[in-house]
């Protein structure tokens, strides 16, 4: 009797994952697209999930043909598209998106009991209880222009951060296998030794200049 209900719990698992799964997945081309849109940005990997999100898969996966009035639903993975994900500015999980004609709104940036709104029966979470006053949405900052994450300013700002946070993850790496001590020293000499290189070569081309001078 145990080992049924246990597959039985498998199944329901599985066939979560599988209604999620068929939520469309955001993409660069819906930067452009007039449909009204909601982004749901999340973490997922084979080693690690985003536990927080867990629930708002659920709650999304309910909807009928994946629209929440007005908006499609379109899911984003970290992991899948990070350069992406970070247009959005999406650092934490989940980030929820509205969409509208390359205007956008963060629609996670504020707290609902700021705004004179708690947790009760009637809404599945904080995002249902936005959705479902729009004198909160008023209240966000509207995304556009140079702001939208569909602007060159933010993909440059995407590639940006993920070169940062590759040089941190190497030097994280490097400190792992070396001690803090050497890789300061490490880079004193580096760069003593630059600095040493550049000097002799100033020199060299000051006695050139100076020869050649004499020459005349």
């Given at each position: 009797?145990n080992?049924?209900?246990?597959?039985?719990?498998?199944?329901?698992?599985?066939?979560?994952?599988?209604?999620?799964?068929?939520i469309?997945t955001?993409?660069?081309?819906?930067?452009?697209?007039?449909?009204?849109?909601?982004?749901f940005?999340?973490y997922?990997t084979?080693e690690?999930t985003?536990?927080?999100?867990?629930?708002y898969?659920?709650w999304?996966?309910?909807f009928?043909d994946?629209k929440?009035g007005?908006?499609?639903?379109?899911?984003?993975?970290f992991?899948?598209?990070?350069?992406?994900?970070?247009?959005f500015?999406?650092?934490s999980?989940?980030?929820?998106?509205?969409q509208?004609?390359?205007r956008f709104?963060?629609i996670?940036?504020?707290d609902?009991?700021?705004?004179?709104?708690s947790?009760?029966?009637?809404?599945?979470?904080?995002?249902?209880?936005?959705?479902?006053?729009?004198?909160?949405l008023d209240?966000?900052?509207?995304l556009?222009?140079?702001?939208?994450?569909?602007s060159v300013?933010?993909?440059?700002?995407?590639?940006?951060?993920?070169?940062?946070m590759?040089?941190?993850?190497i030097?994280?790496?490097i400190s792992e296998i070396?001690?803090?001590k050497f890789?300061?020293t490490?880079?004193?000499?580096?760069?003593s030794v630059?600095?040493?290189?550049?000097?002799?070569?100033?020199?060299?081309?000051?006695?050139?200049?100076?020869?050649?001078q004499?020459?005349?």
């Open positions: 009797m080992i049924s209900i246990f597959f039985v719990f498998l199944l329901l698992i599985q066939n979560s994952k599988e209604t999620f799964t068929e469309q955001y993409t660069v081309e819906d930067f452009n697209s007039n449909t009204p849109t909601l982004i940005i999340y997922n084979k690690s985003c536990f927080s999100c867990e629930s898969k659920k999304l996966e309910s009928e994946y929440v007005v908006f499609s639903i379109k899911r984003l993975n992991s899948d598209d990070p350069i992406l994900a970070l247009r500015k999406a650092t999980f989940p980030t929820f998106f509205l509208h004609k390359k709104k963060n996670t940036s504020i609902i009991l700021d705004h004179n709104l947790y009760d029966k009637k809404y599945h979470n904080d995002i249902d209880a936005i959705l479902k006053n729009p004198r909160i209240r966000i900052e509207t556009e222009g140079l702001k939208a994450p569909s300013l933010m993909l440059v700002y995407a590639y940006a951060f993920t070169c940062l590759t040089v941190i993850n030097l994280d790496r070396a001690s803090f890789v300061i490490t880079l004193s000499i580096t760069l630059s600095v040493l290189i550049r000097l002799i070569n100033r020199r060299h081309a000051n006695i050139k200049l100076c020869n050649a004499k020459c005349k």
